[in-house]
């Protein structure tokens, strides 16, 4: 059974930085493309990136570019999500979730998520 | 501010059948599959339409999806009041190189 574990959120500081990760298990993960989305409190989905299964590529929601950096670890199943200079519009709940042969928001197995906090 | 819009609200009565539509743009629901997460509040988003029409394993066929041009639409038949969630829809927009998702539908079952 898939299984998607986020872990890292917390309060921060607006300003610093905070490093999410998403352990996988249950499934191939280095044939999957990973994708982070978020969900401020009350708010709608909202997509942040996607990383290749190979870690090669990456795709950013222009809210965040320049800001946060996806990377994966395959020996490890696990992919990351850096996010610096945090603002409180960030404030929100991260899910990293699975897509299976593309980009696409085709997301079959999701996590249970983890909340940041950006305040002061 | 989606790029996708959605309705925000719509409702029905048990056994009725309820649509909830997704307008975008040839940038992305133009040229790229649409897909449909319903999201139960408190809980992670699940799929439930993906490529436009089909359905994962599991998911009752009351549920169906389908596109024409620019638009996608989600139809729940022989409502139940288990159906009562957020409904978004999703897709991969080629000018923004991002996935964008609508602003979700809230379903009341009235």
């Known amino acids: 059974q898939a299984q998607l574990v986020e872990s890292g959120g917390g309060v921060v500081q607006p300003g610093r930085s905070l490093r999410l990760s998403c352990a996988a298990s249950?499934?191939?993960?280095?044939?999957?493309?990973m994708h982070w989305v978020r969900q401020a409190p009350g708010k709608g989905l909202d997509w942040v990136a996607v990383i290749s299964p190979d870690g090669d590529n990456e795709y950013y929601a222009d809210s965040v570019k320049g800001r946060f950096a996806i990377s994966r670890d395959n020996s490890k199943n696990t992919v990351y999500l850096q996010m610096n200079s945090l603002e409180a519009e960030d404030t929100a709940v991260y899910y990293c979730?699975?897509?299976?042969?593309?980009?696409?928001?085709?997301?079959?197995?999701w996590g249970q998520g983890t909340l940041v906090t950006v305040s002061s | 501010q989606s790029v996708l819009t959605q309705s925000p609200s719509a409702s029905g009565t048990p056994g009725q059948r309820v649509t909830i539509s997704c307008s975008g743009s040839s940038s992305n629901i133009g040229s790229n599959y649409v897909h449909w997460y319903q999201q139960v509040p408190g809980t992670a988003p699940k799929l439930l339409i993906y490529r436009n029409d089909q359905r994962p394993p599991g998911v009752p066929d009351r549920f169906s999806g389908s596109k024409s041009g620019t638009s996608a639409s989600l139809a729940i038949s022989g409502l139940r009041s288990e159906d009562e969630a957020d409904y978004y829809c999703a897709a991969w927009d080629d000018s923004l190189s991002e996935s964008v998702f609508g602003g979700g539908t809230q379903l009341t079952v009235l």
């Open positions: 249950g499934f191939m993960f280095r044939v999957y493309a």
């Open positions: 979730a699975t897509t299976y042969g593309s980009y696409a928001p085709q997301c079959d197995y």
